[in-house]
């Protein structure tokens, strides 16, 4: 009887990963046989690393790797994103769930609410502003646009994880001789390291997978990001969606990683975030 | 080092508050304290939940600025300081350990941040693990210590940094009881080998008395009452004070006092009090005697049998009353034993203040 | 305010330092096209000494990049593109006109659909049209006309033609060879009529005969015709690179649909190189250069290069002098393919007819509707979609009412100052604003002001970047569903509903899946807990445009797993994107595997924050396994849920990829959600930028009061809740 219930048990769990490894397994087995469409079992049927090598060492005329340099540019956007948005929140949302101040309530709604306005249709305004101050067709200027865009919820988040943390922790701090930023840094934030970790890696995705701002902003081919990249094997007339598939995998995989490597902190690290006024 | 203004008031005490008020939002919290601790005493707020016990604890630590008055510990005002200038260390309820660091390192934290040299800093940990056995422990981290450990090395962190004066917010109430009786001893053991003045906040009557030197009962954001520990127990200055300090708690009698007698219902007695008038009498557990001849009857309802000693909780002239009887007394509900009073306590009915003879 | 802001850029761009810089040329060709336009300019570039930067641009960002760019002096000196776009490109000013010689070798009929009025925009580069490929192994004759190709014997399971029969562009030939035409000479639309019925009449019998596949898109007809399951292809030149060493084919014209009748008549697309503008005193000086590019590229040498490297059908007659290219069959069928084609119209309506004619020719080859009755859809969407914009209306009663709050708010704000608790609580305030202020800054200038900006666009209306003042003419068109049926197509509330159903359905799925898998995978005595968790996270880890695009594939029919999947369960294949319920169905698979994981873990640390006494003690207390979950689980985890919940339903409200990317709106539009309904406004049915805008406000007026409602019943809730839970 209990070894039936936990065969059940089992047999549930497994289909929930069919259920979540079968579209994954779809588009790796579409990218290392991109002429035959996969069946019903995804499974190459004629393996080869073609399109994936063809994609990853696309050269241009001076025999530069582009996709390598444009994995670069990619990787140094999310990580500087992930690092801005948190330089950035963290302050602000430790103010948010320590002091009681003027206006409190008001940026917290207004905080909110960007999270509802649909994104694209600052494309144009935001556009003309980063080309006013020269950030047009630079990494820097995707860097801020991203980080700001991930900002409201990074607080949101943090907010939360400050939350959890006692008051008492950073009171014995600075009654054992610290300043108020002295308790924040040598004691506060090193005990919100999971949910700063956790926060850090929705940042990183914002910008790891963000197109069309990416598309419009950037006009030079070396610093394409890797989803710009991607979208040009999806033509007018023609797609290529073997080599769509193989890139698609090298995309994943930094994010995968991340994912594996913060999965035990991800349990935990964002139960704390809240919207709660 | 020393910002901040430095009153020459030499008056002796190590700590003295005037008039220190604190208000959060409608809510008035502290309405007036004034207090003042020699030198290497021990002085314990206690009081019941909400009394500003808390508050006051976290004004002289400087988590809290009070609205007015002012703070002096030593010679200096330091009303309007930051925590980190008043030389003061705190143990927390909670202990607050740094759950990031190790217990070596929770106990340097105050001296690293003091930019203490690490030989110093070396020697002081090592000296207080060994005050309170700690030495094991000094690389574990604070999850992996028992609440007992944790609460010793919250006032080793404390002691470590020698400051001019303890805090204590409720440090055992995290404990079980045996380890509470422990530690409390261990305290006082400390408070004699360190000699530094120190305020202790506690809701438990019993903690706050066998620890304090100066007791400070605070009911309702004011001072009821405060004075050496024992002073205050025998002439409680209110009602309230009687009725918080002793277990089982003051039972109370509305009376009318006449010339050299007491009448509580139908029953009366001699005092020797010149007072005239309704009154309130008061009379702890042991106050009285069973006599078969005692003027109040007690009508038993419930019985605790202690081994050395017995309580009776019941009824006199209609008002609850606890006595304690001798350990091989032993009434049955339903029972009614006869009292008399030894010692009266006597309080005005209005205000609640004692009645001084 | 745009203007503006332009203004600005304009001033500070002007400051710097001028420099000679190279000659910036942007295309959006891929493979052997790409190669060839290289050598072509590097070849120009070793004549001339002049320097030039070519940048492969996504189709799907082509022209938002040539409109945001060009305007700011960003874009480039040069660009491909195809012909049809001129109108659109010089209604929004983003051409100069060729000024200098033009090269004799081009003919004039290739320069013809280039000129606007008495001014060249651009010199031909290649000319592409449709034609027929045909696998001479099944058919080594050419068949006389496409009837004729369905008659012919051929191996059982291989269809006669493929083509993309609900595709305006491929269609018009059919179309045109009958008479008719997409789009009259005066702009109308013109897939209506006999000719445009017997058209879809054909289409639809050569669906139901099997002559034609269904539901056939570019990738379909490039996968059957390669593996030999198709015997002929009606495609473009474009197909040719995608097929495969052995197969055996060759191309001719469109032959007529019935024996003896008038040809197929395919659109010609003459891709040119145009000259951009450049914004009024920035000029960058380097006009004569620019001109000697695009001379270059269409001129004989550079037709050499393109034509022999790019596999182009280009435009200069002197370069077919050449004898590799006269002798070239492919080349050379596809060109007197180009011959007999029809110029695109440069209206900027023509591109609208494209997405009305595709709805109304899914109508009859999907669901079997009459096709004059499915035609007459068409019409009515595209005067919808081109109705003209609503008049102007004078600024000033908003901007005085604009005012008139503004100095209340001010008014407000001072009185509230002198009162002194406020100002005390103002001055304790201060150092929580230092902790705060750069947060705000950042967030109001990037993310708060574009966002005001973007709203401020929805008191506007006219196409791209030719706007009006309307007031609030948009919200009202929006609201009273531009004076149609208020519960008939594309209506606000219909899509309203739709988005309501869908955030509800995949809030529950998304609750159920992920609440369901972390009571599991919580249990203390499973093993793999550690394997199982990392597998169930890994969609999350996915981007989701990736996974978009593997689930929009996974539903297709013919080449589909799920319908793979079926079949190999003895099912019939289903046509997912053909009716609501099963394209609903299909954004619903993909959103639910996109969001469970997050729920779960959600979940998974609330439950870890649960005691284990609480369960003992229910369990002392004789609860059942599913009394403990309703009773203490359920409770406890409301909480923590909450905010992800509310979280949750904003996102989504707004996921605009799953739906854009899986269903793109299938079938007629039906699975739009609010969102995507505002893009296509935006982008697919003539930039109505305003009216798109007022849906993104109507979007945040909506969501914000769905949170208002939440915060209110949250704390309604925590009033009645007896004893706190733990948190």
């Known amino acids: 009887m209990k070894v039936l219930k936990s065969l059940g048990v089992h047999a549930i769990i497994l289909s929930a990963v069919a259920f979540a490894l079968y579209p994954v397994l779809w588009v790796v087995s579409l990218a290392l046989s991109p002429n035959e469409p996969p069946g019903a079992i995804p499974w190459p049927s004629d393996p080869s690393l073609d399109a994936l090598s063809e994609v990853v060492l696309r050269q241009d005329d001076e025999g530069t790797y582009l996709f390598l340099m444009q994995t670069g540019a990619s990787l140094l956007v999310a990580f500087a994103t992930a690092f801005v948005a948190i330089l950035i929140a963290t302050p602000a949302a430790y103010a948010l769930s320590r002091f009681r101040f003027v206006g409190k309530d008001a940026s917290l709604s207004a905080l909110l609410a960007t999270q509802m306005f649909p994104g694209v249709a600052a494309a144009i305004p935001l556009y003309l502003l980063l080309d006013a101050i020269g950030l047009i067709d630079h990494l820097g200027g995707l860097v801020l646009v991203y980080a700001t865009t991930a900002v409201p919820f990074a607080i949101f988040q943090l907010r939360g994880a400050f939350d959890g943390i006692p008051r008492d922790l950073e009171e014995a701090a600075m009654v054992d001789g610290a300043t108020r930023l002295q308790a924040f840094r040598l004691v506060v934030l090193p005990t919100v390291r999971p949910a700063l970790a956790v926060t850090a890696l929705f940042a990183f995705m914002t910008a790891w997978n963000e197109f069309i701002l990416a598309a419009t902003f950037l006009s030079r081919e070396e610093i394409f990001t890797l989803p710009v990249v991607l979208q040009r094997y999806v033509g007018e007339h023609r797609a290529q969606w073997g080599h769509f598939a193989a890139g698609a995998i090298v995309v994943s995989v930094p994010v995968m990683a991340l994912f594996y490597w913060l999965q035990r902190h991800l349990v935990g690290g964002l139960t704390a975030g809240g919207v709660k006024g | 080092m020393l910002a901040g203004p430095v009153t020459t008031k030499p008056d002796g005490n190590a700590l003295a508050l005037a008039d220190v008020r604190k208000q959060f939002g409608e809510t008035t919290v502290l309405k007036g304290i004034d207090l003042a601790a020699e030198d290497g005493e021990l002085v314990v707020l206690v009081g019941p939940s909400g009394c500003g016990k808390s508050t006051l604890l976290r004004c002289l630590a400087g988590l809290e600025t009070p609205d007015h008055g002012t703070i002096r510990i030593g010679e200096r005002d330091v009303t309007r300081l930051p925590p980190k200038e008043r030389d003061v260390a705190m143990v927390f309820q909670s202990y607050a350990l740094y759950p990031h660091l190790t217990v070596r390192r929770n106990l340097a934290f105050g001296l690293e941040l003091r930019k203490t040299p690490a030989r110093t800093i070396d020697k002081r940990v090592t000296e207080v693990a060994g005050m309170l056995g700690l030495e094991a422990l000094l690389d574990r981290y604070p999850r992996e210590l028992s609440g007992g450990q944790r609460q010793r090395v919250a006032m080793g962190r404390a002691i470590a940094r020698r400051p001019s004066l303890f805090l204590f917010d409720e440090p055992l109430s995290n404990l079980d009881a045996a380890l509470r009786t422990e530690v409390r001893i261990e305290i006082k053991r400390l408070h004699h080998q360190l000699r530094t003045t120190m305020v202790y906040v506690t809701h438990d009557q019993e903690e706050a008395m066998t620890l304090a030197d100066r007791l400070v009962v605070l009911n309702g954001g004011v001072v009821e009452q405060q004075g050496p520990a024992i002073d205050v127990y025998r002439e409680p200055a209110t009602r309230f004070v009687g009725s918080f300090l002793g277990s089982p708690a003051m039972s109370f009698l509305p009376a009318e006092a006449k010339e050299g007698t007491l009448t509580v219902g139908d029953a009366t007695f001699d005092s020797e009090s010149a007072h005239r008038g309704p009154c309130t009498v008061g009379l702890r557990t042991h106050d009285v005697v069973v006599d078969p001849d005692g003027p109040l009857t007690l009508e038993v309802r419930v019985v605790e049998t202690l081994g050395h000693a017995t309580h009776a909780h019941g009824v006199v002239e209609g008002h609850p009353f606890v006595a304690r009887l001798h350990g091989d007394q032993r009434p049955a509900p339903g029972d009614e034993v006869r009292l008399r009073p030894v010692y009266v306590h006597l309080f005005d009915p209005e205000s609640g203040a004692r009645i001084r003879r | 305010m745009t203007r503006a802001l332009a ?96 090269p004799d070798s081009l003919p004039p009929e290739s320069l013809a659909p280039l000129r606007q009025g008495d001014a060249l925009y651009g010199l031909p580069l290649s000319l592409k049209c449709a034609a027929l490929y045909l696998n001479t192994d099944l058919l080594p004759e050419t068949p006389e006309s496409l009837d004729a190709l369905a008659r012919a014997q051929l191996p059982e399971g291989t269809f006669p033609l493929v083509m993309e029969a609900e595709n305006g562009y491929y269609v018009a030939a059919i179309l045109h060879s009958l008479g008719g035409q997409l789009l009259t000479d005066e702009g109308e639309y013109g897939f209506e009529g006999e000719a445009a019925e017997r058209t879809a009449s054909w289409l639809a019998a050569r669906v139901s005969d099997r002559t034609i596949p269904d539901e056939a898109t ?140 595709q709805r109304a020719l899914r109508r009859v080859l999907r669901s079997g509707a009459p096709p004059a009755e499915a035609l007459a859809t068409g019409s009515r969407d595209f005067a919808d979609d081109t109705r003209p914009p609503p008049a102007e209306r004078d600024p000033m009663p908003l901007l005085l009412v604009f005012g008139l709050l503004m100095l209340a708010l001010v008014g407000w704000w001072i009185h509230k100052a002198r009162d002194p608790a406020v100002r005390l609580a103002i001055k304790h305030s201060i150092p929580a604003y230092k902790w705060v202020a750069h947060a705000f800054l950042a967030v109001a200038v990037l993310v708060i002001v574009p966002l005001l900006v973007g709203a401020a666009v929805s008191l506007f209306a006219g196409r791209g970047r030719d706007l009006h003042y309307v007031g609030l003419a948009n919200y009202a068109d929006i609201l009273t569903a531009r004076g149609g049926d208020l519960l008939g197509d594309r209506s606000f509330y219909i899509v309203l509903l739709v988005t309501v159903l869908w955030t509800v359905l995949n809030l529950l799925l998304h609750l159920g899946i992920g609440v369901a898998l972390a009571l599991l995978l919580n249990r203390p005595k499973l093993r793999f807990k550690g394997p199982y968790r990392v597998l169930l996270i890994l969609p999350w880890a996915v981007p989701s445009y990736v996974t978009a695009l593997a689930w929009k594939g996974m539903f297709h029919r013919q080449l589909g797993a799920v319908n793979a999947v079926i079949e190999s369960l003895g099912g019939d294949p289903v046509s997912w994107f053909a009716h609501f319920g099963t394209a609903f169905t299909a954004n619903l698979a993909t959103n639910v595997w996109l969001g469970f994981p997050f729920m779960m873990v959600v979940t998974l640390g609330a439950l870890s924050s649960i005691p284990d006494d609480l369960y003992e003690a229910a369990a002392v207390d004789g609860a059942t396994r599913w009394q403990r979950f309703r009773r203490i689980t359920a409770p406890l985890l409301v909480p923590s849920l909450a905010p992800a919940v509310v979280m949750g339903a904003v996102w989504t409200f707004n996921m605009f990829n799953v739906v854009f990317l899986v269903s793109g709106g299938e079938p007629g539009g039906s699975t739009e959600i609010l969102v995507s309904e505002a893009y296509r406004w935006a982008f697919t049915r003539g930039q109505l930028y305003g009216y798109a805008a007022a849906y993104a406000v109507l979007i945040f007026l909506i969501l914000a009061l769905w949170t208002r409602a939440t915060v209110w019943v949250g704390t309604r809730s925590k009033r009645r809740a007896p004893v706190g839970a733990t948190t």
């Open chain 3, 7 to 102: 203004a600005l850029a304009l001033v500070l761009a002007s400051a710097l330092p001028a420099r000679a810089e190279p000659i910036r040329l942007w295309h959006a060709y891929g493979g052997a096209e790409e190669a060839a336009l290289r050598e072509a300019v590097r070849e120009f570039e070793r004549r001339t000494g002049e320097e030039v930067d070519l940048l492969a641009v996504a189709f799907g960002a082509y022209l938002a990049k040539l409109e945001s760019a060009i305007p700011t002096g960003r874009g480039p000196d040069v660009f491909i593109d195809a012909h049809e776009r001129l109108t659109t490109y010089v209604d929004a000013g983003l051409l100069r006109p060729i000024t200098g010689d033009v």
């Open chain 3, 218 to 357: 570019g990738e379909l007809v490039q996968r059957l015709f390669a593996s030999g399951d198709a015997a002929a292809a009606i495609s473009g030149p474009w197909l040719a690179p995608d097929l495969p060493e052995g197969l055996h084919w060759r191309v001719v014209p469109l032959p007529p649909l019935q024996d003896g009748g008038e040809p197929l008549e395919p659109f010609l697309t003459v891709e040119a190189a145009f000259a951009a503008s450049q914004p009024e005193g920035d000029e960058r000086g380097n006009a004569e250069a620019v001109e000697a590019l695009i001379r270059f590229l269409a001129g004989t040498s550079g037709s050499r290069i393109r034509a022999t490297v790019g596999r182009q059908i280009v435009a200069d007659e002197e370069a077919w002098g050449d004898s590799r290219l006269g002798h070239d069959e492919f080349l050379t069928t596809f060109r007197r393919a180009a011959s007999r084609a029809r110029p695109m119209p440069t209206h900027p309506r023509m591109r609208m007819t494209f997405v009305p004619v």
